[in-house]
C-alpha cells in the first residue's frame, strides 16, 4: 500500500521512470525476499491449521525446519539488497543502468529459485 501511494506520488510530478529505476536496483531482491518470507510464514500457519495425521507440535516444527532453511536464504538476499542499495544506488546514477541491473538480478533470483535451486531441492534426499 505505502510502495503503491508512493509509486502514485512520484508518477503524478512525473517521476514515474525515475523512481522506478530508482527502486528497481535493490528493490528487485527486497520483494523477492519478502514473497519468501511470507510462504515461510504462511508454511507454519498450514501446518498450524491443518496438521493432517501428524500432531500439531510435529507438523509445527516439521515446517518450522523448511521455513527456516527459506529465512536463512532471505537473510542473504536481504544482505545483497543492503549492498545494492548502499553502493550501487548511490553510486549508479543513470536510470536505464539502474533498471538494467535491477533486472538482470531479478532474473538471477528466477533462474535460481525456479531453475537451479528447483532441480537441486527436488533430487536432495529428505
Known amino acids: 500500500l505505502t510502495l503503491g501511494a ?7 510530478k512525473g517521476l514515474g521512470p525515475n523512481f522506478l529505476a530508482w527502486l528497481a536496483i535493490h528493490g528487485t531482491t527486497e520483494m ?13 500457519g498450514t501446518a498450524i ?3 493432517g495425521r ?4 510435529a507438523a509445527l516444527v516439521s515446517a518450522g525446519r523448511t521455513s ?3 529465512v ?6 536481504l544482505g545483497v539488497a543492503a549492498i545494492l542499495e ?12 539502474r533498471l538494467g541491473i535491477g533486472m538482470a538480478v531479478l532474473a538471477m533470483w528466477l533462474i535460481y529459485y525456479y531453475g537451479i535451486g528447483r532441480r537441486h531441492a527436488l533430487h536432495s534426499p529428505h
Not at 32 to 44: E, V
Not at 54 to 57: A, E, K, P, V, Y
Not at 72 to 77: F, H
Open 6 to 12: 508512493m509509486i502514485a506520488v512520484f508518477a503524478d
Open 32 to 44: 523477492f525476499a519478502i514473497m519468501i518470507s511470507g510462504a515461510a510464514g504462511m508454511r507454519i
Open 49 to 51: 491449521a491443518f496438521p
Open 54 to 57: 501428524r500432531s500439531r507440535m
Open 68 to 70: 527456516a532453511i527459506a
Open 72 to 77: 536463512a536464504g532471505v537473510v542473504l538476499m
Open 86 to 97: 548502499g553502493i550501487g544506488r548511490q553510486v549508479v546514477t543513470s536510470d536505464g543502468l
